[in-house]
């Protein structure tokens, strides 16, 4: 069974800059959830989708952040305009309906300079 | 709100030792779900375990053992026999059920670093 899947792997952009990344997730995983881990750190979540609908945005700064996962599969996470306080690996992770556990892709490694 | 602890940011030990690690955890909630990932230096979080809060049977799979007290709120993990493989930064999560019956996004500890020295 193939693994979450996320591109690009790594990103250098200047600050102001606008930046993509996309998740593709475990097959029949409804669940898909964006977490930002500065180096350091624990990784933070920024959004849950069930499908195609948001659960729990609480902690994505909407002012610069969007995310969408139009069919319900997979999952666009956007920076507009990025800053340098941006520069972390962008986690996706994916999970089963009734099934507690995430598992998560390799993430995207993003410099701001 | 929820909050994990992981107050040991690193740990160095020989190979072959035991090492324990240390996690706490806060929540208002009383059906929550606590968790244990790897992150080895390729950087990719690996699943190990996941405990309920209704169930505070310790659980042992190989050199791995789990702790999980509620009266303490803690939610120990122990490696026997330490092996260089065991390198990794290893990081503590809670998560709650939401109301669609899934579960909601994991808080995450700080993380400790586990040196495994050969």
């Known amino acids: 069974e193939a693994g979450v899947a996320q591109s690009p792997r790594y990103k250098i952009i200047e600050k102001r800059q606008s930046v993509a990344f996309w998740c593709n997730p475990i097959?029949?995983?409804?669940?898909l959830y964006w977490y930002q881990q500065i180096l350091g750190q624990g990784p933070k979540l920024l959004i849950q989708f069930q499908n195609n609908g948001v659960v729990d945005d609480s902690q994505l700064p909407k002012d610069r952040f969007s995310a969408e996962r139009l069919k319900g599969v997979d999952s666009t996470l956007k920076i507009q305009p990025a800053k340098l306080e941006d520069s972390a690996v962008y986690l996706c992770?994916?999970?089963?309906?009734?099934?507690?556990?995430?598992?998560f892709g390799p993430g995207t490694r993003l410099t701001v300079t | 709100a929820q909050k994990v602890t992981q107050a040991q940011t690193e740990i160095s030990v020989v190979e072959k030792e035991d090492v324990t690690l240390d996690c706490v955890y806060e929540t208002r909630d009383t059906t929550y779900y606590l968790f244990w990932y790897k992150q080895p230096p390729s950087g990719e979080l690996v699943f190990l375990i996941r405990?309920?809060?209704?169930?505070?049977q310790n659980e042992i799979s190989g050199r791995y053992s789990w702790n999980f007290q509620k009266s303490t709120s803690s939610f120990n993990f122990t490696i026997t026999a330490s092996q260089v493989v065991d390198s990794a930064v290893y990081f503590c999560?809670?998560?709650?059920?939401?109301?669609?019956?899934?579960?909601?996004?994991?808080?995450f500890g700080k993380g400790t670093h586990l040196i495994i020295q050969p």
């Open positions: 097959s029949g995983h409804a669940t």
């Open positions: 999560a809670l998560s709650d059920m939401y109301s669609g019956g899934g579960a909601d996004g994991l808080t």
């Open positions: 992770a994916s999970s089963l309906p009734g099934i507690y556990e995430q598992y």
């Open positions: 405990r309920n809060s209704f169930d505070e």
